[in-house]
Structures are given as structure tokens and as C-alpha cells.
């Protein structure tokens, strides 16, 4: 049974201050809506942390309501959302009894010897002694139920007491109608009477392997795991421990074959949870004790998935659209909820948060930290064809559309393809943009649809972005490149962009030669050769600026001890163009990923006659060769600068550049 981690805070608050002589527990720590009652005579008050608690006193939890107890024999109380709970005790060193009119308790009772936990529901007791824990819980419109983690526990009704072991789910419950077809069997002294015996009537839920992973399973009572064969369904109890390995997957439910879909690496403890409508048989609630999770269920809007426990927080989830897909990993000791469809109500410590698709939240001790959506990298905000210049092979991609008025949520759908099929995003959200990240390079389709209160879909906005490879730091080369020509090669050709390049001319050896003679000449003039060079190895390199644009010839003699011609190739012909083929904008400063110590830089750059550019929504100033230098600010850590053409033959494209700031 996995406690909450403030319990040690709960217990120090409640030494620092001076506690009554009568007082059987202390509030050790809250979560949500909770109120204590201190006395018979008292009102109703908001409970804190360090506050001690007598015998008549009356704690109160809400829907979103938790608290925790530490009593005063060294035990240790979890007192559930929707339940009402008042204390009873005679001797509070040794025993404490409490009264359960609703809801659900968690008991451990303490390490001394003869220091008992007493939890009375209705007309009958459960005892809990040396370090037992037992859940109990009395719900509306369902019989109480007690399941006992660990140790034992003793059940005591009007006709007597009843053990239970670990692992064995129990049902204290109502009057049974007497059978008339039956014959009335015989009772002897001691027996329980049909009015108030204890039923036993385990709950069960069922586990179904579906993945190719590994599944293993330890039930209440047992010492090791066991493989479940994939395809195979087996029965299960709450308190049971799974071991999902990679690629593993099952799923889990009250039904056969229906329930959630949980993906693993992850470890997780089966748990029972509040029924999904009144008079159900109750839910499944998965606690992770380790690894991450995916959550996956599919249904109408509003089907409520499995709840589960996080770090100490409560997660429940809906769909809200058609599927709902929730993720759980962990970092440095932490946990990370992602939702990718549907929504997450998390409870925690410091109160409730709300997560929808493409939200997260990082979780830690019960405390919840809702996560930022990250940079926004490519931004849309208008209907169209967009193209973008990216120099990754993946990037950030931002949404963002204005709702009418009248509608509630809008239908959001992102796809690689115009049909929307196998979206990478399709949900129903509440807010006004959303942020995809790592969306690799290609063509990307997008769809808003507004959604009124009733839940009728408007008319669509659609969209489309060209996410195209960045190639304009290609342009500007500030080293010379080289080109290796060979003698193998016909009409050769060989585009430069600023800088002619270096050259180096190759040919196979010839046998007995000491010498190779290279000639080149214009295809123009080829009675005055440009280079006339005699080398010992069979390749010569030229340095830069020898050759410049055109056209060119040339051919190799090997010659012999006597300078005598041993063998002569054939005249090839080199071409040296400039290449004109260059994108719209060409970037010179910063390059993609630059690291800079100051405050500011200037964006240097030149684009095409006739265009504007737009440096982070500014308007830059272009000269008349359509250069242009631009000052922009940078804030500590990475930033994001957002180049943005605009040309009326070519329409609107927009570059990237990631720069960060130390």
C-alpha cells in the first residue's frame, strides 16, 4: 500500500505543537475539499495539516476531497473523496475506533503489540491489528465491501467474527430473502443467522494479453509472478501487481474482452474504483508503482475511462471526441502525463487541473505542475496554402483560429493527408490554439471545426503547410569547394554559387611514364592553352581562380624518359556555370543552432527582386540590391527567429533560424 509522501511533514507540524492530553489522531496532510468538525457542538471548518483531533470529531471530504491521518497508537488513516468519518475511542495510546457512515477508508493499523484499528460500518466492525491494511468502503446503492492488503483482519457482526486473509475481498452484506423453495437448513449454536451473515462475494476483474510484450501477474497471497500467454483472458483481484514489459499490452476491466487498453513498459497495482453509474459493479483504478503507461479507450463523447493513481495523484479520464489516448513516462524521478486525445481530471495536493489534447503535467510528491506547450516554431494562423523552410528534419508547429461566438468547443484535426486519415491529431478542445510537437518535414493538412453547447459542427477551416528542407545556407559558402574532375568523365559540368572552386584533374597511370602533361584551353581559343603544366604523378591540382566561367577542353600526354609522348587521351570537355538556382531568401547570419553570449544580434540577408521580408513580424529594411541588415532581441535560453517572404508570384514563405542565448 503506497502512502503519501507528506506523512512525515503531517507528523512534524503536529510536534511543534503542544497536543491535548485526549487527542487520538492528527491531520497529517489534505488534498481538495475537506471539513472537520472538532466537537458535538462545533461547526463545520476548512481542516489543515498539524491540527489534532478528539474522540466525537467529524472529518467531511469532497468529490475531490483526500486526507490523511496519523494516529496516536502509530497508525496511519486515508480517508477517500465523499466520505464522512467521525472518531470513537476509550483508549487512544492503544486502540482507536471510528465510525464509517460513507465512502471509502484506507486503515494501517500500528507496528505495538494489542494496538487495534476499529472501523465500524453499520452494525458490524472490522479489526485490524499489527501492521494490517484493509480498505473499507460503504457507498450509496452498494453493500460495504472490505479488502484486506495486507495481514489480517477480523470482521465482528451481531453473530459473531469472521477472519479474513489477504488478497480476499469480502461483501458485508444485506439481508438476504429467504428462498420458500428452499429447504431451511439447520443452524447451530454460533452459526450466523440469514440476517446477518457475511456474504462472501469477491470482486473480480478481468485481464486480457494483447500485445507482444510480456505480461506478469501476481495476485494477493502470492509470492512470484507468472506469464499470461498473449490472447489469454484470466481473472483478477483487486491488490493484484502487473509487470507490463515493452511492447506489452492488456487490457483491463470488469467485463471480459472490454475495458481500458494499457501499454506498458510500466508497473501498475489493480485497485477498485467508484462505479461508473449508480448501481454498476465497480470500476478499475490502476495505480503505477513504476515505469510509465498508455491509457487508450475508444467511445462516444463523455465515456469515462479507468481511473488511475500517479505519485500520489488521482488521474480520471474521458473521451471527449471519439478515442482517448493518455501517456505516462518518467524523468529524473518525476512523473509526465501527456494527453493526446481526450480529457484528464488530475487531482493532487495543491487542488484539480484540467488536461486536454495536447496538454501535460508533470507530477511529484501529489503536487501537479501543468507544462507550458513549448515554442511554438511554425505558426499558422490564417486558412491557405503555407509554405515553410525548416532546417530540421523535425519541427514545432502552432494552430491557432478564432471561435464564433456561440460555440463551445472547436473539432481539430491534423492529418497527412487531405481525407484526414490516421490523423496525427483529432480531438475536441476548449482552447483557442494548439501546439504540435516533432512534426517531421512534408506536406501537412489541418481542419477547425467550431462546436456548439448541443454539439452540432460548424462549417470547416481548412488549411495546408508545405514544411520544405531548408536549403538557403547553402547559398552563401565562405570556403572554396573543391571538384574533382576526372579523365573518365564527358562534359563535365560544374555549378558554383559566390565562389569559383578549386579544381583537381585525375587520369589513370600509364605504364613506363615519368612525366604527365596537362593542357587546357577555351573551347573558344583552343590555340593557347590556359595551363600547361608537366607533373610525376597522374593528377594536378589548380589553384583557385585559374578557372573561372565557361567552357573549357583539356587532355593528358604521358611522357617517357626522353620526353618523348608515350600515350595522349582525348580532348574532354568542363563547363563552369554559375548556378542561378537559388530559393527566395538567402540567409548570410546567424546559421541554425548558433550559440551567442549578447543581448542582440543583426540578421543579415538578400532575397529576390521585388519582395518583402519580415524578420519576427517587423518589416525589414532592403537596400537596392535587396539586401538587408536587421537588429533583433534575444531573451535567455532558445529562440526562435521567424524569417517570413512575401512575393506576389510566389506567394508567402517562411524560414527558421534557432538561436540561443547563454
Known sequence: MALCASWLAGCSSCRN????????????????????????????????????????????????????????????LTIRPNSVVTLRSSAPEKKLALELAQGTVVGKASKIEAADLVIGVGKRKVRLARQATATVAAKKGAAPRVLVEYGKATVEGPSGATTIVAGKPMTLGPPRKPDARATKPDTGPGDASPSDAIQAAPLVFYLKSTGRGRVLVRQPGEKRFRPVGRGKTIEIRPGTELRLLRRARVVVGPEKGKGTSVSGPARLRVEEGPPLKAGAAPSVR?????????????????????????????????????????????????????????????????????????????????????????????????????????????????????????????????????????????????????????????????????????GAVGEATKGRVLMIRDTSYRVIKWRTPRNTINLSDKDTVVFYQNRVPRFTFRWAPTRGATRYRLRIMRESNVGRAIVDRRVRRPQARLRTGRLGEGSYLWYVSALGAGNQILDASKAQRLSVRYDNATPDLQIRFPRDGLRVSTAAIEVKGVTMPGSQVFVNGAAATLDKTYRFTHRVALKPGENVIRFKVVDKRRGSSIYLRHVTRR
Open 17 to 76: 505543537e503542544q497536543p491535548p492530553a485526549d487527542w487520538v489522531a492528527s491531520i497529517a496532510s489534505t488534498a481538495g475539499t475537506v471539513r472537520v468538525r472538532l466537537d458535538a457542538k462545533g461547526a463545520l471548518v476548512a481542516a489543515k495539516a498539524g491540527v489534532y483531533l478528539r474522540v466525537g470529531a467529524r472529518l467531511e471530504t469532497g468529490n475531490d476531497g483526500e486526507a490523511h491521518l496519523a494516529l496516536r497508537n502509530g497508525g496511519k
Open 286 to 454: 490502476l495505480a503505477t508503482t513504476g515505469g510509465g503507461l498508455q491509457i487508450r479507450r475508444t467511445g462516444k463523447p463523455g465515456t469515462r475511462g479507468s481511473a488511475f493513481v500517479v505519485e500520489g495523484v488521482r488521474l480520471r479520464t474521458r473521451v471527449r471526441h471519439r478515442r482517448l489516448d493518455v501517456r505516462v513516462r518518467r524523468e529524473r524521478g518525476r512523473a509526465i502525463v501527456v494527453v493526446g486525445a481526450g480529457s484528464v481530471t488530475l487531482i493532487g495536493k495543491n487542488g484539480k487541473v484540467e488536461l486536454e489534447g495536447g496538454q501535460s503535467a508533470r507530477l511529484a510528491g501529489g503536487v501537479i505542475a501543468k507544462l507550458p506547450s513549448g515554442r511554438r516554431g511554425v505558426l499558422i494562423r490564417k486558412a491557405g496554402t503555407l509554405r515553410v523552410f525548416v532546417p530540421k528534419p523535425r519541427v514545432a508547429v502552432t494552430l491557432r483560429w478564432d471561435r464564433p461566438d456561440g460555440s463551445k468547443d472547436a473539432l481539430v484535426e491534423v492529418a497527412r493527408n487531405g481525407n484526414m486519415r490516421n490523423p496525427i491529431f483529432s480531438d475536441r478542445i476548449s482552447r483557442k490554439s494548439l501546439t504540435l510537437a516533432n512534426i517531421p518535414r512534408g506536406v501537412l493538412y489541418w481542419r477547425v471545426r467550431p462546436v456548439s453547447p448541443e
